[in-house]
């Protein structure tokens, strides 16, 4: 019907004039199997009102953020290292237990439980990123740009 279900408000940060030039700028993913109650997504730019809501330090520039599909509450925010406008993506197990994976401009690389966000681990690659993962079986892929970083990396999760 085109009817409003829910509305979700994070607080993002506006230039000097007075544009916002953060917010959601990435693709949200949809949770399947275990993760099948809630979708997925980045929002960068924060500003205090945003970390707040969300509960992240001080100087989290952009979070990863699970929503209840249903109702639009927060489930889950995990505060990123940098800002992102990359897509987080969702990688499944053999039994549907799902980890979602998140990059953001410093080049960091962050997978997360899907259901609790809590840290399962954390690298840095050379070069900054812009673009989304991509998964393929236990690879994920991933390119980087920058003076002198620019790289395609594949790297093995289990």
């Known amino acids: ?18 544009k916002t030039d953060s917010g959601c700028k990435a693709s949200p993913v949809i949770g ?11 929002v ?17 520039k952009a979070a990863l953020v699970a929503l209840d599909k ?27 237990n799902g980890r979602i994976i998140q990059c953001a401009w410093d080049g960091s690389i962050t997978m997360v439980d899907g259901l609790t966000g809590e840290l399962v681990h954390r690298i840095t690659v050379e070069g ?7 998964a393929y079986k236990d690879i994920v892929v991933v390119g980087t740009t920058g003076k002198d970083t620019e790289h395609i990396y594949g790297i093995r999760i289990q």
């Open 70 to 96: 249903e109702t639009g509450k927060i489930a889950w925010a995990y505060g990123l290292s940098d800002r992102s406008v990359s897509s987080p993506i969702a990688v499944y197990d053999g039994e549907g």
């Open 32 to 42: 399947e199997n275990r993760l099948s109650g809630l979708v997925y997504f980045t």
């Open 128 to 134: 900054n990123i812009e673009a989304s993962p991509a």
């Open 1 to 18: 019907s085109g009817k409003e279900i829910w509305c979700t408000e994070i607080g993002v940060a506006k230039d000097s004039k007075g």
């Open 44 to 60: 960068t730019g924060l500003n205090d009102d945003g970390r707040s809501k969300l509960n992240v330090h001080g100087d989290t």
